[in-house]
């Protein structure tokens, strides 16, 4: 080939690599990824705030305690009926929203799970939500969250690997709320991509690197629930990973099993009456949560992130506080109210292994450590997840085997009682809507009388 005809094709291939066609998408995605990182920092901050101004209030003495009985129902009336009327599906935790969009196939679908109207409802309910002491998290939102600014980066970046970004964003959420780059990937492998596919492998690392780096620039490098160095080291500390994790994973099988079933029978209670019967459930649901609260002396409110550290750092919980906790958190999750489970179900753990540790006489860090992972896998029906994400949260590099087990042992009992992942169980109901609604659609459109206009609600 003569010299000047390769030059001229270097050249050729040169220029169609700068073109707009291929760059576009990238640097699209990019800022996707980017603007996630930012969005739950500053969520974060937000909703770290929020739960203070709630703790500052009702801890400001003079019958103040009492103050929830009145503030809590009313917050979860208020986000039930702001998510009802203005953010559908954005109640709970958003992780099973973004799991079954990944499963449908029409854009219009996808966007009535997954949108930036919906992310500012989320972040703007969920901070509403710990103001008024409900026992949710702000990490499965955050994934909803980074799933939508995806949907809206595939959309402006004319990209059709629709399905592989909202996996991306949903990676990227958890690894920036957590600052768990591994948890966010392993979470996109096990838990929000059951049919995971190798060639969403550069999207998934890419964004959770580039949310990582957002992260990062803005808070630093940090450890969520603080450090610790214990170990598993003599047969009591291994009876203990037995215990914890078999313990962990039947209560976290019971809360799973318990919420899909209460919210089945919940979705079945309201359809005579949507709006009214929602936001009934929310008050009863906000009063309960109130008086567990105030019975617990305000340790049950928020996300109990507080609660959690204070255990891995080895002061032990009150013996029950996991029982208060664990109601606490079923009726914010069942009432209607976005927020997340993550965080809440992480404090049920650790108090619950503090209670274990209690019992054995063990070390009060090592024991909430493994509680909360034989707990959380449990809920969740993810090991690997569960383990990788207490892991990175707390640091301790030299309690690997010991999580592991832990882990599964928690995965393994959880089997016996519910073979249905928590969210998983749930993304069915918005894939069922979501075709529901799409048949409507087409009926409307080859006969508009055929569709009867809805109810006034």
Not at 6 to 27: D, I, Y
Not at 210 to 234: D, E, H, M, Q, R
Not at 244 to 258: N, Q
Not at 384 to 394: D, G
Request: net charge positive.
């Amino acid at each position: 080939m003569h010299p000047a005809y390769k030059r001229v094709r270097v050249l050729r291939r040169s220029h169609v690599l700068w073109t707009p066609r291929l760059w576009k998408p990238r640097l699209v995605f990019w800022a996707g990824a980017l603007a996630i990182g930012i969005i739950s920092v500053a969520f974060a901050y937000v909703a770290d705030l929020a739960q203070k101004l709630f703790e500052g209030i009702i801890g400001g003495g003079g019958g103040l305690e009492w103050l929830p009985i009145l503030i809590t129902p009313l917050g979860f009336v208020f986000c039930a009926w702001m998510a009802r009327k203005y953010f559908p599906n954005s109640e709970g935790s958003g992780i099973p929203q973004a799991i079954a969009a990944r499963h449908l196939t029409d854009d219009e679908d996808r966007e009535g799970l997954l949108s930036l109207r919906m992310a500012f409802g989320k972040i703007f309910l969920t901070i509403v939500g710990l103001f008024s002491g409900a026992s949710i998290g702000r990490e499965g939102p955050t994934v909803q969250v980074g799933a939508s600014i995806m949907l809206l980066s595939a959309k402006i970046g004319g990209m059709e690997q629709a399905r592989g970004l909202i996996l991306a964003g949903s990676a990227a959420g958890i690894a920036a709320a957590f600052n768990a780059p591994l948890a966010g990937i392993v979470f996109a492998i096990e838990e929000m991509g059951r049919s995971y596919a190798a060639r969403t492998n550069g999207l998934v690392v890419s964004a959770v690197i580039l949310a990582g780096i957002a992260s990062l620039g803005l808070v630093g490098n940090y450890t969520y629930f603080g450090t610790t160095s214990v170990t598993a080291s003599g047969g009591e500390d291994w009876l203990l990973v037995l215990v914890c994790g078999a313990v962990g994973g039947l209560a976290g099988a019971i809360f799973s099993a318990v919420v899909l079933q209460a919210s089945r029978r919940i979705r079945r209670f309201i359809q005579p009456w949507p709006l009214g019967r929602t936001l009934m459930i929310a008050g009863f649901c906000g009063l309960a949560v109130a008086l567990i609260g105030v019975l617990s002396g305000g340790e049950t409110f928020g996300t109990g992130y507080d609660q959690a550290r204070s255990a891995i750092e080895g002061t032990p919980l009150a013996p029950l506080f996991f029982v208060g906790k664990f109601l606490a958190g079923v009726l914010s999750t069942i009432s209607g109210i976005p927020g997340g489970i993550f965080a809440p179900s992480l404090a049920v753990g650790a108090g619950l292994g503090s209670s274990l540790g209690l019992l054995f006489g063990a070390n009060a860090s090592l024991a909430a450590v493994l509680g909360m992972a034989g707990y959380f896998a449990g809920v969740v029906q993810a090991p690997m997840t569960a383990f990788v994400i207490i892991l990175e949260m707390t640091g301790n590099h030299n309690n690997v085997i010991p999580l592991m087990c832990a882990s599964m042992i928690g995965y393994g009992a959880a089997r016996l009682i519910s073979h249905e992942p928590l969210y998983h169980g749930l993304s069915r109901v918005y894939l069922a809507d979501a075709l529901r609604l799409r048949r409507a659609r087409e009926r409307a459109g080859s006969d508009p009388d055929s569709v009867e206009s809805p109810p006034e609600k």
